[in-house]
C-alpha cells in the first residue's frame, strides 16, 4: 500500500523558514506527479505547490517568492522549502500524490505554527 509520510513541521517566528518532507513508499513516484496542499482552521485545504512528473511547478499567489517545490526522484521525496514565512501560513500541510491513471493519495498531514 502506497503511503505518504510528511515531516518537518513545527513552530516558527515569523521571518523564519521551514523544509518539509514527503516521503512516498511504493513504485512509480517518478512519473506522479505531486504536490503540497495546506488548511487552517475553519477553512477550505487549499493548493500550495505542485511539480509534475517532469518538473513543471506551479504556484499558490500567495506563497509565490518564499516557497519551493522540488522532487528527488531517487529518494522517492518531495520537499516544500519555505522561507519568509508569514503567520497566516499556519496550518496543516498536506502532501498529495496523483498517479498517472488520475489516483489520489494524500498524507496525514504536518502541522506548522508561525508566531508573530
Known amino acids: 500500500q502506497v503511503q505518504l509520510v510528511e515531516s518537518g513541521g513545527g513552530l516558527v517566528q515569523a521571518g523564519g523558514s521551514l523544509r518539509l518532507s514527503c516521503a512516498a513508499s511504493g513504485r512509480i513516484f517518478s512519473i506522479s506527479d505531486m504536490g503540497w496542499h495546506r488548511q487552517a482552521p475553519g477553512k477550505q485545504r487549499e493548493l500550495v505547490a505542485e511539480i509534475t512528473s517532469g518538473g513543471s511547478t506551479n504556484y499558490a499567489d500567495s506563497v509565490k517568492g518564499r516557497f519551493t517545490i522540488s522532487r528527488t526522484n531517487a529518494k522517492n521525496t518531495v520537499y516544500l522549502q519555505m522561507n519568509s514565512l508569514k503567520p497566516e501560513d499556519t496550518a496543516v500541510y498536506y502532501c498529495?500524490?496523483?498517479?498517472?491513471?488520475?489516483?489520489?493519495?494524500w498524507g496525514r498531514g504536518t502541522q506548522v505554527t508561525v508566531s508573530s
Open positions: 498529495k500524490k496523483k498517479t498517472p491513471n488520475g489516483l489520489v493519495l
